[in-house]
């Protein structure tokens, strides 16, 4: 994406403004009572998967994280479904099975969201591998945080990825906490020195910017593409909410969230626009669609009905046969 | 019909599948260069090239999540976990990952994923590389589990578990390796026992090398006058419950040979899913003690379930029903 183009800059403007609202509106939701359990925003990550996402093709397949409500709107997920998914509805994209957590739409691109720390890089590296052997031509990206750099499945998948050039981006959404935690407690040396180290492909980014994202992602994906093997995004972004339901909210120094927040994506990403000549009527207008849109979403998955229970016997007919025990109360 | 081994049995069915279908993969440790630490997969990197069968790190996290991840993108893949004691490395993508996955998309997106292993005691190998890791996935409804005891049930049963849209544990016994036997040109549905041996007296219920201890049990049994019958189980889950039911209405009697540790073993579930069908039976177990396996020889061999033990037991357990039947008659 070049830095002038004020089309493309004003559509992830946008893009990154409806994630801001939608999920506004899942937080406001969950207060209510209509989401259920556990909902992981990523309010100020927005840039992240927007930049990325805006660098991919159709047929690429992504592996988010159970903080996957940005990679899956930016891929294109019909946010009615998405959020009807969140309310547990019969309409959801997984019928109200999976959750915030668990959401996966492979015919979106979207592989799942996965609620295993590491599991999206495991799951990303298989699908190289099947877009390699297949000769696709196609690439799989994973997103994961700054947690997920020590877990074995970094350490191993980075590895199996590199020794057979997987066609595969990791990307890491390093926000500077590991659930409560801050990651410099807890990680040795830095992130983007480990993929270094086996010979990946390795860029930091300001992750505050949706233009630099898109960028470093589309030098990234020229690499994976022209078959150079993994490549690494470290993209530095910050968690505005907590981390789920029970976070107690104590752990971060004074100051720091005033300082990330005077670098809003959504607000990076709107002068980003208004640089490349976008008029600032339209950047408005834009702002009311989205207002607009996010309202129906909300009220069309509210107003759609929960599963009727003749649904767990769905379930049993695509599980494997023979369960008979497990079956009885059908 | 075929005489072939056990391991032959095992790369003729990955081979004839690569042959059909160009999604099906083969990675793990040394099964390429080397054709496996048992040398179940020894030239099938020359047949079909290393972009389908390739040696990885000794790295059983990357393979069984590169595995899930191949599954749900278009492949089959096969991958090796050399001893099933490595199994855990392996249960956060087969557990978390896999066994869900059908579930989450509405059954739109399957997960042909293959997990083989190396399992099982009477090799010397001591606590940590002669286990079976069955009862660990068993309570994981979306996996299925695999346990042949013959050559041929190996070849028929592996081609179903590549053909199948759900995550299979196919569990080769590393006793059975060398065992010859013919090899039946017939598909076997994953799912489905097999009565080895009719019997009139008592059924015995085991899969792999306990089968044929099982049946040199129901040899020295007969010399006793007792006619046991042996089903072959040949699948852990989903257990074929019909077949060991209308045995053991017939016989009135059930023992199930589990090489494993006693406590929250699959002979425990399969016990209790026959009871729960049909109450009036005498069921027991034959297993391991709970305790891990020793590696000497005599310790060894006193842990395993062998021949002697399920005899013994079967002619105990007749011993204790014909002496109750004889005080209820002469009350």
Known sequence: MRADDATALAYLYASMLFVRKFEEAAQSSFLRGLIFGSIHLAMGQEAVSAGVCSALRQGDLVAATYRGHCQALSLGVDPTAFMSELMGKETGICGGRAGSMNIADPKHGLLGCFGIVG???????GAALTQKIMKTGHVAVAFFGDGAANQGYFLECLNFAAVRRLPVLFVCENNGYGEFTATGAVTAGSIA???????????????QDVAVVGNVASDALGHVRAGGGPAFVEAFTYRYNDHARGDPVNYRPMGEMERWKSRDPIAIGRNRALDAGASPAVLDHLDEIVAGRVKKVVRQAKDAPMPSLHHLRSIAEFFPSGDKAAHVED | ?????????????????????????????????????????RGLRELFGDERVFDTPISE??????????????????????????????????????????????????????VRSAVGGGGRFGAIHSQIPAPWLNNVPGIKIVAPSTPSDARALLRSAIRDDNPVVFLEHKRLYNLQGECRDEAVAIGSATVVRPGRDVTIAAVMTDVHKALS????????????????????????LDTVVTS????????????????GGWAAELVASVSEQFGDITVWRVTSPDRPLPYSPPLEDATLPSAERIAESVLEKLRVSVNANKSRSGR
């Open chain 1, 119 to 125: 599991g999206s890089i495991a799951a990303a590296t």
């Open chain 1, 193 to 207: 020195s480990r993929p270094r180290a086996m010979g990946i492909w390795t860029r930091e980014a300001d992750g």
């Open chain 2, 1 to 41: 019909m075929s005489k072939t081994d056990f391991r032959s049995a095992v790369r003729d069915a990955i081979s004839e599948e690569m042959r059909i279908d160009p999604t099906v993969v083969l990675f793990s440790e040394d099964v390429g260069a080397a054709g496996g630490v048992f040398q179940a997969t």
């Open chain 2, 61 to 114: 996290l990357a393979l069984a999540g590169a595995a899930f991840g191949a599954a749900i993108s278009g492949l089959r893949p096969i991958i090796e976990v050399m001893f099933g004691d490595f199994t855990p490395l392996v249960m956060d993508s087969l557990i978390n990952q896999a066994a869900k996955y059908q579930f989450l998309t509405g059954g739109s997106c399957g997960v042909p994923l293959v």
């Open chain 2, 217 to 240: 049990a129901a040899d020295r049994l007969a010399h006793d006058g007792v006619s046991a019958e042996v089903i072959d189980l040949r699948t852990l889950r989903p257990l074929d």
């Open chain 2, 248 to 263: 053991a209405k017939r016989t009135g009697k059930l023992v199930v040979v589990e090489e494993g540790p006693r406590t």
